[in-house]
């Protein structure tokens, strides 16, 4: 079945810093990509959509220019998250749909713990 | 808007006992219906996924219903153990290159 990675799965930062996240699409082409993110106790919430060739659209509330999003290739999105704080400290998810044919859906990365000290 | 919620929001049932979680959304106009089970502090695992065409599915001691025209799906758990005990999630998508709408999830605990 399609997989989808995330890099790093955990990242521990001092505050201030900026944190890059990779998901990639191991066996199959995504020209969108998901980024959703989970606070404590929450359910994951829908960040920014993520467009291969073109800039990302955001969710009402999120920062575009705080999470910095870049899909260069068709199995490649990042998130950047710049000046981390501890607020930012957060589970980070990405997913990718499957291209053509019926019976398909969203494959789910591993998703991205940080913690922001 | 799509709104996903999930009854109960807790849930404590001693082991061997079988089990309903609830999941509600307000479009019906859904692609698929997916049910994840999440553990504390770890990602996503899929467990169930019911095509918008179809009306249940079934895995091992699981079973997932769907009831599009009135905006329901159940996870019946039967013979809970302990290793069941996470944290439910059910989420709908809309289309197959849409967002997924999450419901808040049903944190399940079965004590031995």
């Known amino acids: 079945g399609a997989v989808v990675s995330q890099h790093p799965s955990w990242v521990i930062c001092k505050s201030g810093t900026s944190v890059k996240i990779e998901c990639r699409s191991l066996?199959?082409?995504?020209?969108?990509m998901f980024w959703y993110r989970q606070f404590p106790k929450q359910s994951l919430m829908l960040m920014a959509t993520?467009?291969?060739?073109?800039?990302?659209?955001?969710e009402q509330g999120v920062e575009k220019d705080k999470f910095l999003i870049n899909h260069a290739s068709l199995t490649l999105s990042t998130l950047t998250v710049t000046s981390a704080h501890p607020e930012d400290s957060s589970f980070y998810i990405c997913?990718?749909?499957?291209?053509?044919?019926?019976?398909?859906?969203?494959?789910f990365g591993p998703g991205t713990r940080l913690l922001v000290l | 808007k799509q709104e996903v919620t999930q009854i109960p929001a807790a849930l404590s049932v001693p082991e061997g006992e079988n089990l309903v979680l609830n999941c509600s959304f307000t479009d019906s106009a859904i692609y698929n219906l997916q049910w994840f089970r999440q553990d504390p502090g770890k990602g996503l695992t899929s467990l169930l996924l019911?095509?918008?065409?179809?009306r249940e599915q079934t895995s091992g001691r699981l079973n997932a219903s769907l009831d599009k025209s009135s905006g329901r799906s159940t996870l019946y758990i039967a013979a809970s153990q302990p290793g069941d005990s996470a944290t439910y999630l059910c989420?709908?998508?809309?289309?197959?290159?849409?967002?997924?709408?999450f419901g808040p999830g049903t944190s399940l605990s079965v004590i031995p």
């Open positions: 066996d199959f082409q995504a020209t969108t």
């Open positions: 993520s467009n291969e060739g073109s800039k990302a659209t955001y």
């Open positions: 019911i095509q918008s065409s179809q």
């Open positions: 989420a709908a998508l809309k289309t197959s290159y849409d967002k997924v709408i």
């Open positions: 997913s990718a749909p499957t291209s053509g044919g019926a019976g398909e859906t969203q494959y």
